[in-house]
């Protein structure tokens, strides 16, 4: 089940500043094989053991890694927390939408592969099945929306 809350809340179980939470936690913390491979699919970069990364474009340390990286890293890495997804493109949001037993926010729908059988619970009620009810309850919420005057 992928948990999705539509309502920003400050809280301490959410992480709404990807890049700093990962730079200043995450990136402190020890990479497991899955996470360096989740590292080179989605940035193309190699991970060394003293923390730096090997791209293309040259050496960096692991705080270079893009935003979407670093967004995907903190959930992995902290699926109790509510992480927002709103600054990943399309190939990280296809490998989030992937995962199971995460929380992630997202004011805004976003277009994405989603598997058929991708369970997905919003704001701790309605649950839909894939990318078609992903789409319908987007829908709908921009219906509510807009009655609404949001």
């Known amino acids: 089940m992928i948990d999705i809350y539509t309502e920003k809340k400050e809280s301490k179980d959410w992480i709404l500043q990807n890049d700093l939470y990962f730079n200043l936690n995450t990136g402190n913390e020890e990479m497991t094989e ?3 491979n989740l590292i080179h699919r989605v940035d193309d970069a190699k991970l060394t053991p ?4 090997e791209t293309k474009y040259g050496l960096g340390t692991i705080r270079n890694l893009s935003s ?5 890293l903190n959930i992995v890495k902290h699926p109790e927390k509510v ?9 990280v949001l ?3 939408f992937a995962m199971d037993n995460i929380k992630i926010y997202m004011s805004r729908p976003s277009f994405v592969e989603i598997p058929d059988d991708a369970k997905i619970r ?3 009620a309605e649950v839909v099945t894939g990318g078609t009810g992903y789409h319908t309850w987007w829908s709908k ?4 929306r807009e009655v609404n005057g949001l």
Do not use: Q
Not at 68 to 72: I, N, S, V
Not at 83 to 91: A, F, L, Q
Not at 141 to 144: A, C, D, F, P
């Open 68 to 72: 979407g990286c670093k967004t995907l």
């Open 83 to 91: 992480v927002c997804v709103e600054e990943c493109g399309p190939n």
């Open 50 to 53: 003293d923390k730096h990364i």
């Open 141 to 144: 919420e921009y219906e509510r």
């Open 34 to 36: 899955n996470e360096i």
């Open 122 to 124: 919003f704001n701790d």
């Open 94 to 96: 296809k490998i989030i």
